[in-house]
């Protein structure tokens, strides 16, 4: 209680002796601490799609063959993870809300998860590679919703599109240098000490997953009322910018209980509405899984497929970055989101249509801009609820739970009878991110009147009290 009486004199003296331009000057140095802070989470975002997609590597390496997966094993190896994934992603956040040490709790599941992915290189047969993947699925559930819920803990709305873009922007680089890293690994760790190549990757990534693991313990952040190393003049800036974005606290008396959270998400449709928009979104997204495949389709050895994996994904990056600053500085979610999804239908078009080889690979590049829709996509998860952190942190891990039934779904669009056109496998993305599409624009639409009725409250309302929304606050569309 006394940390908390603390916290709150120390905001008020701060907010009373800063003038605008010390107030300014300390946000910025505040804001750049925090960005070299969760930076490393570029790093940590990037081990964790290696280390879930690892297995679309090593298809190329022999992992089918030497497990002898036949029919729908592979695909079934590769939705399993999303079972135990889609499972623990509430009860992970809400743990997380409880406990407020998201850096104890990140590092941990990454240790775990870290250990999984290596021991999957010792397995011999289909129950065991489907055991460890689930075990994998299980243990990464915590990461990414926590990772969601610590980023909008620190970040003030406009700031937040960047961000989630910056510390996601690891997961879009590993598909293309993860394909890197491992046809270095595929070809020359081959028959090193007995073992396939495949094996070498599990046990190197995994590994590695485990060291970064250990140094994340030291690096990352809490949240602003209980991360120890921000002076108490940040401490308070960093809880009254949020404060004044339209943030509720996660520190105080009026924080809410983790229990009552989960009611607030579980009673609110536009969780419901965004939670099956991304499940259908997420069915587009399946290619990503496979990629490698599509990329194998033009022909190549399996280095030169891998090396070819690589450039789409970079390019993918930067067009991120340069669509969430413009989606912040805006302070527009949706418009964005369709641009990138416009270009990734432009590239599934494409592929139904040709099997040239220099149309296809474009048509790759068109495809992963999907990704920029995707970091803009979670800012405005994260913006919607942004006022209260206990409803926010439930929200975020149920619509990335249920994401996870798309990922399963996903998994199954592209056996190899459909190969090598794979015309059936891009159609089903198209539709699906036509319907994702839709959803998006009917919540665009409500949140935009919802708006314009705050606004006219506002205007009319003698007693603001009676206002369901504070003044001030308006959804990002």
């Not at 009486?5 to 003038?19: C, F, G, I, M």
């Not at 870290?114 to 689930?134: D, K």
């Not at 699925?137 to 969601?148: D, L, N, S, Y």
């Not at 607030?264 to 069915?283: E, H, Q, R, T």
Request: with cysteine.
């Amino acid at each position: 209680m006394s940390a908390l009486t603390d916290a709150k004199s120390e905001t008020v003296h701060v907010s009373s002796v800063l003038s605008s331009h010390a107030r300014n000057d300390l946000e910025r140095r505040l804001v750049r601490k925090l960005d070299l802070h969760l930076s490393v989470i570029v790093l940590l975002y990037a081990l964790n799609f290696i280390d879930r997609g690892n297995a679309s590597s090593a298809r190329l390496g022999g992992f089918e063959k030497d497990l002898h997966l036949h029919g729908t094993q592979y695909a079934t190896i590769l939705s399993i993870t999303y079972v135990g994934f889609s499972a623990m992603q509430v009860p992970a956040n809400m743990f997380l809300h409880w406990l407020e040490k998201p850096a104890i709790l990140i590092p941990c599941c990454m240790v775990i998860w870290g250990l999984v992915s290596t021991l999957t290189g010792i397995t011999q047969n289909y129950t065991q590679v489907f055991l460890a993947r689930l075990l994998l699925g299980f243990a990464e559930a915590p990461f990414f919703p926590g990772i969601m819920f610590l980023i909008s803990g620190w970040y003030k709305r406009d700031e937040l599109a960047v961000r989630t873009t910056f510390v996601s922007c690891g997961g879009v680089l590993s598909a293309g240098f993860g394909s890197l890293f491992a046809s270095g690994i595929l070809t020359g760790m081959q028959g090193k000490l007995g073992q396939a190549g495949w094996r070498w990757l599990f046990y190197i990534e995994g590994g590695m997953t485990v060291i970064v693991a250990i140094c994340a313990f030291f690096i990352l952040p809490n949240f602003p009322h209980n991360t120890t190393w921000l002076t108490p003049e940040e401490r308070s800036l960093a809880i009254t910018r949020l404060a004044d974005d339209g943030y509720g606290r996660l520190d105080g008396s009026g924080k809410r209980g983790t229990i009552q959270g989960l009611w607030d998400a579980l009673s609110d449709w536009k969780v419901w509405w965004f939670a099956g928009a991304i499940v259908i979104d997420y069915m587009s997204l399946s290619f990503v899984l496979y990629f490698p495949t599509i990329v194998a389709t033009m022909g190549y050895d399996v280095t030169i497929t891998l090396l070819l994996a690589v450039p789409p994904w970079v390019l993918a990056a930067i067009v991120a970055f340069t669509l969430s600053r413009y989606s912040d500085k805006a302070k527009k979610r949706c418009m964005y989101i369709f641009a990138s999804s416009a270009l990734a239908a432009l590239g599934f078009i494409i592929s139904i249509c040709t099997m040239n080889m220099i149309a296809r690979y474009a048509s790759m590049f068109l495809m992963a801009q999907i990704a920029a829709g995707q970091m803009v996509l979670w800012a405005w998860v994260n913006n919607t609820f942004a006022r209260e952190p206990a409803k926010r942190a439930v929200a975020v891990a149920l619509i990335s739970a249920m994401s996870a039934v798309g990922s399963i779904v996903g998994s199954y669009l592209w056996p190899l009878i459909w190969g090598p056109t794979y015309r059936y496998s891009y159609a089903a993305c198209l539709a699906a991110l036509g319907v994702s599409s839709a959803m998006l624009g009917f919540m665009h639409l409500h949140l935009k009147r919802v708006n314009e009725q705050i606004e006219r409250d506002e205007q009319n309302a003698k007693d603001i009290n009676d206002l369901q929304v504070p003044v001030g606050f308006r959804y990002l569309v």
